[in-house]
């Protein structure tokens, strides 16, 4: 079992920028994480997965080219860098991971999840 713990999170005006943390228990490198948010009253949705080498991502549209899904397994940490924030990107932000190999948006493949951090954009 691993226990996952985000930080990073906070209030930034349109435009700012962000890095979340994902910090794991365990050895990450066993892992393909995931990032996902929730707005209070919505679905949680994926925002960003990466392989477990960290040589492959995939991004959900809405992030795609502003968002950065990175890892250093060494330090058994995940990021989230979220650039170019928008209003519509204010939600709280989970990591999770999955010891299945291969890239996937589905929640449920995902074992083990993290408390969740708040993210606030607005002027």
């Known amino acids: 079992q691993v226990q996952l713990v985000e930080s990073g999170g906070g209030s930034v005006q349109p435009g700012g920028s962000l890095r979340l943390s994902c910090s794991a228990s365990g050895s990450l490198s066993d892992y393909v994480m995931g990032w996902f948010r929730q707005v209070p009253g919505k679905d949680r949705e994926f925002v960003a997965a990466?392989?477990?080498?960290?040589?492959?991502?995939m991004y959900a549209d809405s992030v795609k080219g502003r968002f950065t899904i990175s890892r250093d397994n060494a330090k058994n940490t995940g990021y989230l860098e979220m650039n170019s924030l928008k209003a519509e990107d204010t939600a709280v932000y989970y990591c999770a991971v999955t010891p299945r190999p291969g890239l996937t948006k589905s929640q449920p493949a995902y074992d083990y999840w993290g408390q969740g951090t708040q993210v606030t954009v607005s002027s």
């Open positions: 990466v392989t477990r080498g960290g040589d492959n991502s």
